[in-house]
């Protein structure tokens, strides 16, 4: 569960990054975040997985309020959330195997858990047979899903994803949702920022804007839904 209610965020500098936001994305439920370049997307997320803190406003993750989490609760809190990015931001000199044991090392699993948990992931991307590759040796398409395959190995309850198919074609960006669609079946919420607005309309699922960092509309955006005007005062 994620809840933000009056969210605040300012850089440094004076510049208003978020302004009065509040939504809530219930569990097991599957959004979009999309709005310009610059509208806060990103923001948005990374408040999410705690690498910002609010200026002000409060936001509750798994009903706890992250106003009350430390800053040595902060990697347990992460383990709960998995973050997608849309430059994979992958190990170049590790290969695919040890890139997705990454999280599951830095918790200490002991390493008969980390292959078993390694192996059901890749295996759920479909690249069992690149475990032993580079990252440099993949396409784009199969380096996001490594990427995905690393968010997921740990089985977190929430995957937020920040332009995860900006940089790959109609057909592996639809592959792509596909996954996260399966995430979202087994339960897992899933939260997709995107300015891609053929791919919304497609997937016909709740979509949330951002413009200018206030949050204008809550709906599905599918030219046939109207969609909620939530214009912050």
């Known amino acids: 569960m994620i809840r933000f209610n009056q969210v605040n965020k300012t850089y440094p500098g004076g510049f208003l990054a978020l302004k009065n936001v ?3 994305i219930a569990p097991g439920e599957m959004a979009f975040l999309t709005g310009h370049s610059g509208a ?7 408040l999410i997985s705690l690498m910002e803190k609010p200026s002000s406003g409060t ?12 800053y040595r609760q902060v990697p347990y809190m992460r383990r709960h959330i998995g973050m997608i990015f849309q430059n994979h931001n992958l190990l170049m000199d590790r290969t695919v195997f040890d890139n997705v044991a990454l999280p599951l090392i830095i918790e200490g699993y002991s390493q008969k858990e980390i292959r078993r948990r390694v192996e059901a992931a890749l295996e759920k991307i ?3 047979d690149k475990q032993k590759c580079f990252p440099y040796m ?15 190995v740990n089985k977190p309850p929430i995957l937020l994803a920040d332009e995860p198919t900006g940089n790959l074609d109609p ?13 979202n079946a087994a339960g897992v919420s899933v939260l997709i920022a995107t300015h891609d607005l053929g791919l919304i ?33």
């Open 22 to 24: 509040s939504f809530q």
């Open 40 to 46: 806060g997307k990103s923001t948005l997320l990374k």
């Open 59 to 70: 936001i509750h993750i798994n009903n706890q309020n992250l106003d009350n989490v430390g």
């Open 126 to 128: 479909q690249l069992s």
């Open 138 to 152: 993949l396409s784009g398409g199969e380096q996001q899903r490594v990427g995905i395959a690393r968010a997921i």
């Open 171 to 183: 057909k592996l960006s639809l592959d792509i949702i596909k996954l996260f669609e399966e995430f």
């Open 201 to 233: 309309a497609r997937m016909r699922y709740r979509t949330l804007t951002l413009k200018s960092g206030n949050m204008i509309t809550d709906g599905i955006v599918d030219g046939l839904h109207s969609q909620t005007e939530v214009v912050s005062e």
